[in-house]
């Protein structure tokens, strides 16, 4: 059975992005199971068109890595609380996100082998 290593990502901003992602993309390329948790605070990121304009210096494009991490496997999940404390629609989200409540994120990481917060 694969390790599962989950991320819980608190900000839009670039600083806390990149490492989610960075790490993420690294955990899926050795093969671990990797799950996403994006909270109110980083919820407009998932909008659709948003990470395809955050570019940091020296670093990749940050939607190669969202990009990449999805297709490798990741699963990308929004705290369902983000939808009406940001006022976001379901429809505005970039492809590939699951709308949960956090007693199922902390269900499907009970057993992590990797937890991270940024």
Same mark, same amino acid.
């Given at each position: 059975m694969a390790k599962l290593m989950t991320v819980v990502c608190n900000s839009a901003e670039p600083s806390s992005l990149y490492p989610t992602f960075v790490l993420s993309s690294s955990a899926v390329a050795l093969g671990m199971k990797v799950i996403l948790f994006f909270t109110p605070g980083s919820a407009s990121a998932?909008?659709?068109? $948003?990470?395809? @304009?955050?570019? @940091? &210096?020296?670093?990749?494009? =940050? %939607?190669? =890595? $969202? *990009?990449? $991490?999805?297709? =490798?496997?990741?699963? /990308? /999940?929004?705290? +369902? =609380?983000? #939808?009406?404390? &940001?006022? %976001? &629609? *379901?429809? +505005?989200?970039?492809?590939?996100? *699951?709308i949960v409540g956090a007693t199922y994120? $902390?269900? +499907?990481?009970?057993?992590?082998? #990797?937890?991270?917060?940024?």
């Open positions: 998932l909008k659709k068109g $948003v990470m395809e @304009g955050i570019q @940091g &210096k020296g670093m990749p494009r =940050l %939607i190669d =890595l $969202v *990009e990449a $991490v999805q297709q =490798l496997g990741a699963r /990308l /999940l929004l705290c +369902e =609380l983000a #939808l009406e404390a &940001k006022d %976001i &629609k *379901e429809d +505005e989200l970039r492809d590939g996100i *699951e994120y $902390v269900g +499907e990481i009970f057993d992590a082998d #990797l937890s991270f917060s940024f």
